[in-house]
């Protein structure tokens, strides 16, 4: 079984101050990790994903994650807030076992960026 | 390429009335999904399909039924809607080449308001 947790479901920054994002998982196997960013009234659309490559990964709009297996953790960082990162964020694990592919998907967190 | 669409972008239904979601995709995906997102929830899957003509429950099934007559279009229905069901619900497809590591791609979704 596998699940993953959000830790802060609203989190504020300052315009050009760094961007963290927490997320951890539970998985019986080794899991592949994802981030998804949702606009206001739009779809989910991938920043990036682990796909047991480098632990550091590198995403859209200079969003990165890093994969700690020792804390089974995969969070989400952008050194300096931009306005336009005011969106939700979700991040997702799949254990990826045959064709049973399915994600499951954090509560999310909101991020507002403040001017 | 329009992507993930879908129709109708925003219902209102009674208790009792039944409808029915459309998803297209004109990627050529095998595998598709519908989700629905409550608020601090995130995510969860509905059903999902691998393949034309096939279907697989998923975490909330219950009160919906689906349906892939062709590879493109995936369809949820509501047979008799309750305010329960009041949520945004989300289509996405992918590929599965590589099954686990495939980024799903994202309708705009549609809010349904069950009174």
């Known amino acids: 079984a596998q699940s993953v947790t959000q830790l802060g479901s609203h989190v504020s920054v300052s315009e050009g101050a760094l961007v963290l994002l927490r997320c951890n998982y539970s998985s019986s196997v080794p899991p592949y990790l994802f981030w998804y960013v949702q606009y206001p009234n739009q779809g989910l659309q991938l920043l990036l994903k682990?796909?047991?490559?480098?632990?550091l990964v590198k995403g859209i709009n200079g969003f990165e994650a890093e994969f700690k297996k020792s804390e089974t953790s995969f969070h989400l960082t952008k050194p300096s807030a931009h306005m336009s990162d005011a969106a939700e964020y979700f991040c997702?694990?799949?254990?990826?076992?045959?064709?049973?592919?399915?994600?499951?998907f954090g509560a999310g967190t909101t991020v507002t960026v403040r001017a | 390429n329009a992507g993930v669409t879908q129709t109708p972008k925003f219902r209102v239904l009674k208790t009792g009335q039944s409808m029915t979601l459309l998803c297209a995709q004109d990627m050529n995906h095998e595998y598709m999904y519908w989700y629905r997102q409550d608020p601090g929830m995130g995510l969860r899957l509905i059903h999902y399909s691998v393949g034309e003509g096939t279907t697989a429950k998923g975490e909330v099934p219950d009160g919906y039924n689906v349906s892939r007559l062709k590879k493109q279009n995936f369809l949820l229905g509501l047979e008799s809607a309750a305010p329960s069901q009041t949520s945004v619900y989300f289509c996405?497809?992918?590929?599965?080449?590589?099954?686990?590591?495939?980024?799903?791609?994202f309708g705009p979704g549609t809010r349904l308001l069950v009174l």
């Open positions: 997702a694990v799949s254990e990826g076992r045959g064709n049973d592919y399915k994600l499951s």
């Open positions: 996405a497809s992918s590929s599965p080449e590589t099954v686990s590591q495939e980024t799903q791609y």
């Open positions: 682990y796909t047991s490559a480098a632990t």
